[in-house]
Each structure stands twice: as C-alpha cells, then as structure tokens.
C-alpha cells in the first residue's frame, strides 16, 4: 500500500443475499457492473451471475486474498460477501488493511435480520452466536432459561449436534427452527423439538434458531462466578467454589482482558474468567500433563473452549508470554521466584490475586502486603455436618489472600 491514498473509494463492499443481482440495489449493481476485478466465495460469484470482470474465489486462508486485492489499489475492485459483510463476515479482515475512506459497503440484510424477521422475533432480545469455524461448546452459556438464541451453522452437521447437545443437557423440550437458504427460492423453515429432532437432507447454508425451555433438572451455567465445585472434574486440585467467587472478585475481569492462571490445577479460575465475558481470554498454566488434559475437558464442558493451555512449570513458562492484565497465583506461592516473575510480568494497572494454604505462604504474602500494599485477607468457611442425629459446623482449612493492583 502507498503512503498517499487514492482520491476516490475504490474498493466496493457488497452483500448478497440469495436472491442474486435481483435482490441488490441500483447502486450496488453499478458498482459491481464497473468492478474490474471481483472476489467472493464460489456461491457468491454465481448469484451474481455473469461477470464482464477478472473474478477471484477466496483461497483458504482468506487473508491470501488480500495481496491481489491491495495490487489493484486505485482501480474498481468489488469484494462480494454474504448479507452484512461487518455482521460475522469479511469485512473486519478488509478493513484491516484498506483504509475506512477508500471502501465502499452496502450491506444486505444480514441471516440474523432475515430469521428474526420470519419468526417476528426482536433482534435485540436474541443471542447472537456464530459456529461458522468458531468452537462449538461456545454456545453452552448463551443456553439460559426462555433464552432464543440465532445461530449461524457451519453447515449441515451443525443443526443436529445442537439438539444433542440441548438434550444431554435437560433441555430437550427446547424449539429450534432450521432455516436454511434464506432469503432465496430454496428458502426453507422446519421446527421440531430437540429431543424430537429427526430432519435430513438439510441444506449446509443454514441458520439455527433456538428457544429455550428448562426446567429444574436442566443443566444450565449460572451467570455469576462461584460454579459448584462439581461442575469441575478434578483430583482435589481445585480451588473451592466460595474461595474461587472471592478470587474473581479481586481480579476484576473486564472485556477483553487476558488472565495467566498459574498452577490451575483443574482450570476453574481461568474457565470462569472466560465465562465473564465471550471477548476475555486466558492462559492455564499447569505443570502436571493429566491436569492439562482434565482442564480442557472442563472449559469445553461449560463452554469456554478458547482457553490456551500451556504445560509447563512456572515461572519459566512466562516466557514469550503476552502480557497479563491479570496473574491468580493458586500453586507453587511459596517459591519466592514465582512471585517475583508473577510482579514482574504486570504492566501499571496489572492485577495479582495470590491465595495461600500453609504457613510458610502466608509468610511470603505477610511481606509482600508490607511491601506492595493491597489486601490481604483470611477466608474462613465452615460447612454444617452431622454429628450424630444432630448437626455442627466443620471448618474447612483457612485461606490467605493477597491481592493488589500494581502501580
């Protein structure tokens, strides 16, 4: 790209629905008529029918597009893509490297506009999820009581898989409506229940819509942290549900932000930061493979697939790491190196909850409470237990918690 952009917008943004060139609007048709060179998916390129142009078929990867599109910089370049191309499409990767003045967009309804308009539902009251080359399990919190949710399929495996999964977690009585090829003559709409769910030959361009009906057997993720400890497989390498909900607390997850969580043990911290927020991100450091193992187990179970695992021991796996917004410290405390690695990697404004179980820890965060500031405080927690036909409370080991924001 050269230093001084072109007077005039030359790169045309164009969504296209199913029903082709018809469904465009005298604007976009002029500008894919004067296009010298097109670029879309296969299906795109025929809607559009017969091109006077030089056309393109994205590769795989995309992005291997963007040299041949950039060559042509000045000249009329058309980028055809489905519906709203800033809506889950193309748009945001040409936006990356095309200035906002030289581009042209005119979107087209987007699937999610078109399935709430068939079902009359407001587009503002639904979840809005895409599973086009995303993790399936991302899905999993978004299924909450009376939710609908809009879903975009990677193809025409996914409706089904949705309705196991709707079952295998209680929610079999859910509704989901299958529309596939909206917006075009192949349109079509099925509804089922998921636990009644038996369509075939679905078309792979399609849109699941889902409304949820739980009841009190349904396993469904609450939406504050503190998950019950069973939730969670482990090998008692966990930090405990009251403790955990105190832990998050202190690190103060925000959208967006990325959490080291060091000696995870069963990954418990760092799959509900993850569950705070779909844009939050999180590196489980574990030293233990079996662990590594049960903690990915875990995060795809309760939906939060996209956390990274590294295996190795800390604070040697810092290294080449992106830099935290947040560190939880729950194993390997009392190692003083650890500590220091942990405060080091911090920017101004970082985060570091560090909890303690023996003595000699809380030795350790006694003096760096006096050193840093902070808090520190003891977390007691005591469960009612029987004793004979009556019932007392038994104490669970005490906790020490040093937290501080680094200045």
Known sequence: MTSTPPSKKWLSLIGIGEDGVNGLSPAARLLLAQAEFVV?????????GKLDAETMTWPS????????????????VCVLAS??????????LIAAHVPAREIECLPAPSAFSLAAARLCWSLQDCRLISLHGRDFERIIPALQPGAKILCLSWDETTPPRLAKLLCERGLGQSKIIVMEAMGGPRERLRECTAEAFAMDAIDPLNLVAIEINAD???RVTPVASGLADDWFENDGQITKREVRAVALSALAPK??????DVGAGSGSIAIEWLLADPANRAIAIEARAERAERILRNAK???????????AAAPAAFAGLPQPDAIFVGGGASDQGLLDAAFAALAAGGRLVVNAVTLETEAELI?????????LIRIEIARADPIGGFYGWRPARPITQWSMTKR
């Not at 179970?301 to 295996?311: C, Y």
């Open 61 to 76: 990867p995309l992005a291997d597009a963007l040299p041949k599109i950039l060559a042509r910089r000045g000249a009329p």
């Open 40 to 48: 879309g998916g296969a299906r795109h390129l025929a809607l559009a």
């Open 367 to 375: 003096a760096r409470f006096k050193a840093h500031g902070g808090d």
């Open 83 to 92: 519906g709203d191309p800033f809506f889950y499409g193309v748009g945001a």
């Open 216 to 218: 009190a057997q349904s």
């Open 255 to 260: 959208r967006g932000e990325l959490l080291w």
């Open 301 to 311: 179970a309760l939906g939060a697939p996209q956390i990274e695992i590294l295996t």
